[in-house]
Nanobody, 123 residues
Framework: VQLQASGGGLVQSGGSLRLSCTLSGSLSDYFVIAWFRQAPGREREWVSSISTGNDNTYYADSVRDRFTISRDNAKNTVYLQMNSLKPEDTAVYYC?????????????????WGQGTLVTVSS
């Protein structure tokens, strides 16, 4: 199983970026797909998840109403649209996936991880 994350970059505060995570195989093979982030010196933090069975989406309070997770089944890709970015959103963003149900905001739930893409938000 491979996850390829892309789309990171440098953006000014208030700007937008869209991250992509392309997975090997069909998205329906996975139960939940998520985005996490990790800032320097900090623990990995859950950002958002999408359940492939019912398309339910979940967000951390810190990104709710600014970030949107979505998927394109034809492209085997999950997106994270990030708007109104803040300097505190600066981190390496990782996508993750699991075949099984679990506590969706815990890193230990996920069996497969992408390599990460760096998002830097300047003030």
């Amino acid at each position: 199983v491979q996850l390829q994350a892309s789309g990171g970059g440098l953006v000014q505060s208030g700007g937008s970026l869209r991250l992509s995570c392309t997975l090997s195989g069909s998205l329906s093979d996975y139960f939940v797909i998520a985005w996490f982030r990790q800032a320097p010196g900090r623990e990995r933090e859950w950002v958002s998840s999408i359940s492939t069975g019912n398309d339910n989406t979940y967000y951390a309070d810190s990104v709710r109403d600014r970030f949107t997770i979505s998927r394109d089944n034809a492209k085997n890709t999950v997106y994270l649209q990030m708007n109104s970015l803040k300097p505190e959103d600066t981190a390496v963003y990782y996508c993750a996936a699991t075949y099984y149900s679990g506590t969706f905001y815990l890193p230990a739930t996920y069996d497969f991880w992408g390599q990460g893409t760096l998002v830097t938000v300047s003030s």
